[in-house]
């Protein structure tokens, strides 16, 4: 990269269930909070910014310019560009390495990267012979043909179609994938609960000492992440029913995310314009990587990060060992588990063309101030959130910490990426 | 708004309690803004000190028609304002010569016309005739404050010995300005300074840093706004809890949002630290963030006690002590200013707050001593104790009480938030150094308090 990136700042509104207190809330109204708390906390209030990008995964149709409206209805400047990116639950994500990769290119100075999504205002489509029968009508030139086109509505039509969070090619949720990946990997319902408890102890411990007072601005009244159970354990979670892979799962709705609303976003800069802004750097991003697997052809559909982070690590010459603190996103309990165990699988690391396994962390290093569990994971908001609670935890430890995020997506993607304290 | 409240402000409800004497309150003259009509500058003596105070402030002024006979003469057309220079008034029999000024121009004056009286303090040495005059002067200011109409107010201000016009400059301006709308029958002290100024600045405060806590909301965030305009950088500070409308004060304002616990070990060091980011000290700290949890004393437990003494005065020495700390980067400045708010329920006494009661006069006992161990760095130290301000607080009191509230002070009616805010941008504009140690109450001369 020819300018360093540094991330200077972040903000989000605590995320909260779907059909919670953001129900009436819409995208584009969760974006312009999160935007508009990080232009108050950054001072940016009136600054034309070079590049605002965000995206959301499930999206009303004229959403199409969302970013870009909502960046209207902030507080920054009606100068400031923006578009829409959009790579499922790591849309956060790629919209930082957008942002990054351009900073780092010359192209721009400084930047916001964000990510939003609502449960509860997903769009509802028609069904598709009535969407057809619509337009057709449409064209239609004459009340003649419009009124034999509307004829051929019939009653199964007008059912409306929430967006299902399946696979195209395969036709299974995720969670119903997650099983099989559960499954292969032999991860037991005591480790994911487990790690599902470590969560949300982790996070209330950080919302405790206050680590989100310049992370967060609460919004329509919610102070704090509504998911957040501080006093939730492993035997409270081990008496919830299974929810994924039949009456023998092991995946609950503890220890899987909930449908989640809220936004995120990130501030990038060069370290020159981060100083003349008066804002600490936190951290760098130092490089990132993006990868696929062939789950139509049976390959795990969340795994798709592992062959990334390997190849990112033997990019970047470093190992495991290296890096001080991992943000593997808790899509479920399981996907951690799997990941971890897929790391350390020799075979498994080879198959992907990696010379070998990318080895075995030190879990204390792991999700330090929770993660998606606890917090929710609305989807596209997720890459956002942990950008720079990872930054601040990186800065907290000094300079030259190393921080790991892994994110799974749906289409069997991944991304990783890799920052470093200043 | 209760059925009654509605009632209340009905077409009939007004005509009802115009004719039982709760007529229309007067609307207040506000903003940088003199009075219309003339201002008549009335002299006792060979004093130049106001006359001088005034041609910096770039205002003309008018001789005063005397009242020497029964038959009080008057002012051709309504006058703005009357200053007095009294700062030559020693003896009781020289307090005929207000008199004879005050009368015609009190029946003179317009709507939210200004009556200043500019003298020497008591308690200098000067003897005790001319303490006990001192004295009488506030008695007078008091008395003309009530008896005046129509928003019009009187103020007493104490100049001491050796004071400039340029150390005066700011006080006169602020006075005679809709700046001090709901600051009637006070009076404080302005002392010599080396206040290098010779006019009133439309922005005192362009590029200096602000730290305003509780700024999320009500006064706080008029005080941010205020001094935003006054063309201060403004840090709104406010608990992570009111984030979300702090948020908007600090975009509204260009300024920036800390959500901040004030009562934190580390709130100081986080503040400076915030400010040190910058690059820059702070030059004006306003400590506005209160709570209360009101109960009669015999249902105050130590819990009701502890978090209001702790928010509203504790908090706030804890703070200065970080930010007073010349190597602490992105403290407070040289020339600095440090705000307390006070309340007249500190001042007076108020049922139900003896909590409240004990932190808030305690910020005004605070300012006061704090004052002289800072004017070496030239740090002034100053309070201001507001009355009944319509907020979403005081909304919450029940309506026919909040009428009583409202009504008892001699402009009959509850101040703005501004009203506070503008007091305080007169206290930390930079041409107030001589202005420190004081309590200015904002309160419309409420009936009850010092």
Request: glycine share 12%.
């Amino acid at each position: 990269m020819h300018h360093k990136v540094v991330v200077v700042g972040g903000n989000r509104i605590p995320f909260a269930k779907a059909g919670g207190p953001y129900a009436q809330a819409s995208n584009h109204d969760m974006l312009t909070a999160a935007l508009d708390g990080l232009v108050a906390r950054t001072g940016l209030s009136g600054a034309r910014v070079g590049e605002v990008a965000g995206g959301a995964v499930l999206k009303h149709p004229n959403d199409f310019n969302l970013t870009r409206e909502a960046v209207l209805s902030s507080a920054l400047a009606p100068e400031t560009p923006a578009c829409d990116l959009q790579q499922a639950c790591a849309t956060g994500l790629e919209t930082t390495m957008y942002i990054a990769n351009k900073i780092a290119l010359g192209q721009l100075d400084h930047g916001i990267a964000a990510g939003v999504d609502s449960a509860s205002d997903a769009p509802i489509a028609v069904s598709d012979p009535l969407r057809r029968i619509l337009l057709e009508a449409s064209r239609a030139r004459s009340a003649k043909q419009r009124l034999a086109a509307f004829a051929k509505i019939r009653p199964s039509h007008l059912a409306p179609l929430a967006p299902r969070v399946a696979e195209p090619r395969t036709g299974l949720s995720m969670g119903e994938h997650q099983a099989v990946t559960t499954t292969r990997w032999g991860i037991d319902r005591e480790a994911q609960d487990l790690l599902a408890a470590a969560s949300h102890h982790r996070l209330a411990e950080a919302w405790d000492r206050g680590f989100f007072d310049d992370l967060v601005t609460p919004y329509l009244g919610v102070t704090k992440d509504a998911l957040l159970r501080p006093d939730t354990s492993v035997e409270k979670l081990g008496g919830l029913k299974p929810a994924f892979g039949g009456p023998d799962g092991s995946m609950t709705a503890g220890n899987s995310t909930a449908l989640s609303d809220g936004a995120a976003a990130v501030l990038l800069a060069t370290e020159e314009w981060a100083a003349e802004h008066h804002l600490t750097p936190w951290a760098r991003i130092v490089d990132a990587e993006v990868a696929a697997v062939d789950h139509p052809g049976g390959a795990d559909l969340l795994l798709a990060p592992v062959g990334a982070t390997g190849r990112l690590l033997a990019r970047q010459g470093l190992t495991v060992d290296d890096i001080d603190l991992f943000e593997i996103h808790e899509a479920f309990a399981s996907t951690v588990l799997a990941t971890l165990a897929a790391w350390q699988d020799e075979d498994y690391c080879r198959s992907l063309g990696l010379d070998g396994p990318i080895g075995s962390l030190d879990r204390e290093k792991l999700n330090v101030a929770g993660s998606s569990l606890a917090v929710g994971h609305p989807f596209a908001a997720t890459g956002a959130r942990i950008v720079p609670s990872l930054a601040k935890l990186l800065h907290e430890r000094g300079p030259g910490s190393r921080g790991l995020i892994s994110v799974c997506a749906a289409g069997g993607q991944g991304v990783v990426a890799l920052l470093e304290a200043v | 708004m209760s059925a009654l409240e509605k009632a209340f402000y009905s077409p009939v409800g007004r005509k009802v309690a115009a004719k039982a004497g709760l007529a229309e309150p007067p609307r207040l003259r506000r903003g940088r803004t003199f009075p219309h009509g003339a201002i008549v500058l009335a002299p006792l003596g060979g004093s130049t000190l106001v006359a001088d105070t005034l041609t910096m402030l770039g205002r003309a002024y008018e001789s005063p028609v005397i009242d020497t006979g029964d038959d009080a003469p008057g002012y051709g057309d309504r006058i703005g304002a009357l200053v007095v220079d009294a700062t030559d008034v020693r003896t009781a029999a020289e307090l005929e010569g207000l008199r004879a000024v005050l009368r015609p121009a009190v029946r003179g004056i317009e709507r939210s016309g200004r009556i200043v009286v500019v003298a020497r303090p008591g308690g200098t040495g000067a003897g005790w005739e001319a303490d006990a005059v001192a004295r009488g002067l506030d008695g007078i200011n008091r008395t003309v404050a009530k008896e005046l109409r129509g928003g019009a107010t009187a103020t007493l201000v104490y100049a001491h010995e050796g004071v400039t016009p340029g150390d005066l400059l700011s006080t006169l301006g602020f006075v005679l300005q809709g700046r001090s709308a709901f600051v009637d029958g006070q009076s404080w002290h302005v002392r010599p300074a080396a206040t290098a100024v010779d006019e009133l600045a439309e922005r005192p405060l362009e590029g200096k840093v602000c730290v305003v806590t509780g700024a999320a909301r009500g006064i706080g965030a008029a005080i941010a706004r205020t001094l935003a305009r006054d063309g201060a950088i403004i840090v709104a500070v406010d608990i992570p809890a009111a984030g979300e409308s702090l948020a908007a004060v600090a975009n509204e304002v260009g300024g920036t949002a800390l959500q901040l616990d004030i009562t934190a070990d580390d709130a100081g060091a986080r503040i400076a630290a915030h400010v040190a980011a910058r690059g820059v000290r702070i030059h004006a700290m306003v400590h506005n963030a209160g709570i209360t949890r009101d109960k009669m004393l015999v249902n105050t437990d130590a819990a009701r006690w502890g978090s209001v003494v702790d928010v509203n005065l504790a908090a706030q020495m804890r703070i200065n002590e970080v930010l007073l700390d010349s190597a602490v980067e992105g403290g407070l400045a040289d020339d600095g200013r440090i705000i307390g708010v006070a309340s007249t329920s500190g001042l007076a006494g108020n049922k139900g707050q003896t909590n409240y009661a004990a932190s808030k006069a305690g910020v005004a006992g605070l300012v006061i001593s704090m004052a002289p161990d800072l004017a070496e760095r030239g740090i002034t130290v100053n309070a201001v104790a507001p009355g009944f301000i319509e907020t979403d607080m005081t909304a919450r009191i029940p309506f026919v009480q909040r009428e009583v509230f409202r009504r008892s002070n001699s402009l009959s009616q509850g101040g703005s938030p501004v009203d506070v805010a503008e007091t305080i941008g007169y206290l930390v504009d930079p041409a107030s150094q001589g202005v420190t140690g004081q309590v200015v109450r904002v309160c419309g001369q409420n009936l009850v308090g010092a």
